[in-house]
Structure formats: C-alpha cells, structure tokens
Antibody, heavy 121, light 113 residues
Framework: EVQLLESGGGLVQPGGSLRLSCAAS????????MSWVRQAPGKGLEWVSA????????YFADSVKGRFTISRDNSKSTLYLQMNSLRAEDTAVYFC??????????????WGQGTLVTVSS | DIVMTQSPDSLAVSLGERATINCKSS????????????LAWYQQKPGQPPKVLIY???TRESGVPDRFSGSGSGTDFTLTISSLQAEDVAVYYC?????????FGPGTKVDIK
C-alpha cells in the first residue's frame, strides 16, 4: 500500500526557515517523480515544486523560486522541501504527492494528508 | 505560465442529475508528438487531500466510478458527472502537467440542490 507521511510543519516567524519531509513507503521511490502542492486556509490548490525520480530535474512555482529547494534521498525514500525567507502568504497545508511516472509531467496519483505551515509573528 | 480557468465557480445539482464542469487553459496542453492532453481532474472533499479522477483528459483512474468522465482537447476540457450522488459533493480541480509550473484551476464546488 502506497503511503506518504509529511512532517516538519509548524509555526515560524516571517523571514524564518523550515524543512518539510515526506516519508514514502509501499513503492520503489526512485521510480517516481514527486511533488509538493499547498493549500492556503479556505483556498484552492497551488502547485509548488516537483523533482524527477533521479533528482536530476527540479521545478518551482514562480512564487517560491529562489526561496524553496526540493530534494530527495532515494536511499531513505524521503522527499524534502527546504523553505527559506518565509512570508505570511506561505501559510498553508503542504501536501506531498507522488507523480505517476519518473518524469515530472505526470498527474499526482497518491497524496499525503498534509502538514500545516503557519508563518506569523 | 499556463493559466487555468474553470466554470462555473460553483453549482448545485439534484441527486441523479448531470453535473458539468468546464476547464480552459491559456495555451494548448496537447503534445502533438504523442497526441496526449496533459490534463487531470481531481476531487477534494473537506478535510481530505485531493484524489485524481481523470488523467490524459479522458482516462479514468482505477476505482473511479464510471459516472465520472472527461473530454476535450487542446485548451478546452469538461468533467461530467452523469448522475450526481451524495458522495460527489466536493470541490473539483483541473490541472495541466504539460509545462512547468504545473498549474491548477481555481476549483468548482459541487453541492446537492
């Protein structure tokens, strides 16, 4: 059974940093691209970032480019999102999602339950 | 960036009736090399993560009831629920995965009339 478990969310001050993790199980992690998608309270879905199965290709939304870094450790079946220079508008539930293929241009077929990031002083 | 729009913002349909949601992309999401539309539909119920219903614009995900269908090509797409059930109350999103950033539409809320 495919499982994705996010962790690392919490309250952080504006300008601060946070690292999210997503522990994956139930599939060969390196065979699949992975994504982060966020949802601000009461709002719609916003695609944030994606990384190919090998980790060799990464993509970012304009709103986070230069501030967020995506990475993966295939030996640990874990996806990461390093978030720096956080702003109030980054407040959201962050979902980890599996892409259906090894490349990033594919739909997300499994999702975690999400972890809440709150940016506030 | 490819901008995704959806219409209507919300709709209320009687049980057993048809619900139709439209999605439009600002650029084509059709790859001519493989003739595939890089367009997915997701369903999100309150307090839950999204669930993929349709991908490649018209391919139903395994386990999704056949009352859900997707159609369209290029820049104009439709999600149809042929006979609305109570459990279909949710917000529905389209997403293009043709070109990064892989943008979502704003969502359409479906309720029971």
């Amino acid at each position: 059974e495919v499982q994705l478990l996010e962790s690392g969310g919490g309250l952080v001050q504006p300008g601060g940093s946070l690292r999210l993790s997503c522990a994956a199980s139930g599939f060969t992690f390196s065979d699949y691209a992975m994504s982060w998608v966020r949802q601000a309270p009461g709002k719609g879905l916003e695609w944030v970032s994606a990384i190919s199965g090998s980790g060799g290709a990464t993509y970012f939304a304009d709103s986070v480019k230069g501030r967020f870094t995506i990475s993966r450790d295939n030996s640990k079946s874990t996806l990461y999102l390093q978030m720096n220079s956080l702003r109030a508008e980054d407040t959201a539930v962050y979902f980890c999602a599996r892409d259906s293929r090894g490349t990033c241009n594919s739909p997300n077929d499994y999702w975690g339950q999400g972890t809440l990031v709150t940016v506030s002083s | 960036d490819i901008v995704m729009t959806q219409s209507p913002d919300s709709l209320a349909v009687s049980l057993g009736e048809r619900a139709t949601i439209n999605c439009k992309s600002s650029q084509t999401v059709l790859y001519s090399s493989n003739n595939k539309n890089y367009l997915a539909w997701y369903q999100q119920k309150p307090g839950q993560p999204p669930k993929v219903l349709i991908y490649w614009a018209s391919t139903r995900e395994s386990g999704v009831p056949d009352r859900f269908s997707g159609s369209g090509s290029g820049t104009d797409f439709t999600l149809t629920i042929s006979s609305l059930q109570a459990e279909d109350v949710a917000v529905y999103y389209c997403q293009q995965y043709h070109t990064s950033p892989f943008t979502f539409g704003p969502g359409t809320k479906v309720d029971i009339k």
